[in-house]
């Protein structure tokens, strides 16, 4: 069991091959002492195959939900949680050059990379915050003020978490990588108490203005991936790597995990979002009930082919109680008359 200590990361990363691990702690990082099997393609090495793999796939089903989202027009807070899927898979996308080591540790541009992740992840975290407060209308959604609100926000969040980690990988502003104090709070506290924040006011917002108590199962299932991820990866990474050999460690099944619980924030959205019918765009046409036959066909409407065979007949004029049409008709003879 890895013994977490405030302020260090020396018994996270000897257990958790974390992005930010080679360069906190020492000149040379902290190396965790099991990792996955390399794999070489022509000249290129590269580390976590297994984690790399599930970043492709996060990026693509990333992708999905970002689609599905777009597609409810007139969902309430559509544009604020779609911004949450775009910087995840901004995240994914740049984790995949970071844990491949694509990019190398050794290099100089590893640390600002790494500290442009920090920021992304703090702004993601920052922006399902935000999110946990759509629902209770506090400004209407879709409006200048709750997007500019929301960007702002998100916009802050990773201006100073990427300070804060550049300035402890480069030791300057009174920040060392020996002591990454400021940077371990924005890594690991900042996360959870976001999350813990979303749960609690969508479980209010369930429970006070909703009829259906199934999307409680999906933050249900949300919570539970969300701390499955951090008990593999911070309790049991070195286990499972030993366990099967060096073919994965825990950095494979901790994002996973997060995936499937970023997933159940969609599907929880969805859950409890409508859409105006009205007003949507959809592909499949819809059906409606025509109640008025002024607007229905045949009969009533605008056809008066088939009238012909009815008892209808025009109604009187206003001299002598009767119509000419009528006054012929019951004659035997045309209207109008022959010879006119």
Not at 148 to 158: D, S, Y
């Amino acid at each position: 069991m890895t013994q977490i200590k405030f302020g260090s990361f020396n018994g996270i990363c000897e257990q958790a091959a974390l992005i930010v691990c080679p360069l906190v702690g020492s000149a040379q990082g902290i190396e965790p002492t099991c990792y996955s099997r390399n794999v070489q393609i022509g000249s290129t090495l590269i580390f976590q195959p297994a984690a790399s793999f599930i970043h492709i796939v996060a990026i693509i089903m990333t992708l999905i939900m970002i689609f599905h989202v777009r597609s409810k027009y007139t969902a309430v807070g559509r544009k604020e949680i779609v911004l949450f899927f775009y910087l995840y898979a901004v995240i994914e996308l740049l984790a995949i050059f970071l844990d491949s080591a694509i990019i190398p540790t050794s290099s100089g541009v590893y640390p600002w990379f790494t500290a442009v992740y920090t920021g992304l992840v703090a702004a993601a975290y920052m922006c399902l915050l935000i999110n946990a407060f759509i629902g209770f209308q506090f400004a209407e959604d879709g409006t200048p003020v709750s997007l500019w609100g929301l960007r702002i926000a998100c916009f802050v969040a990773f201006g100073v978490s990427f300070f804060v980690a550049i300035s402890t990988f480069k030791g300057f502003a009174g920040m060392s990588y020996l002591k990454p104090t400021a940077l371990w709070i924005i890594y690991l506290i900042w996360p959870v108490l976001c999350v813990l924040v979303y749960v609690v006011l969508q479980l209010v917002l369930v429970v006070r203005t909703l009829d259906d108590r199934w999307p409680i199962g999906d933050i249900v299932f949300g919570v539970a991936f969300f701390a499955v991820a951090q008990v593999i990866l911070f309790a049991f990474s070195n286990v499972i790597c030993d366990s099967v050999k060096h073919y994965i460690d825990g950095l494979f099944l901790f994002q996973l995990c997060m995936l499937l619980s970023v997933m159940m924030v969609y599907k929880y959205w969805d859950s409890i979002t409508k859409e105006d019918l009205e007003f949507s765009v959809g592909s499949k046409a819809a059906v409606w009930e025509v109640k008025d036959p002024l607007l229905a066909g045949g009969r009533g409407g605008t056809e008066y082919a088939e009238d012909d065979q009815s008892n209808y007949h025009q109604p009187g004029s206003l001299v002598g109680g009767v119509s000419g049409g009528q006054f012929y008709q019951s004659h035997m003879h045309g209207y109008p008359p022959q010879g006119y």
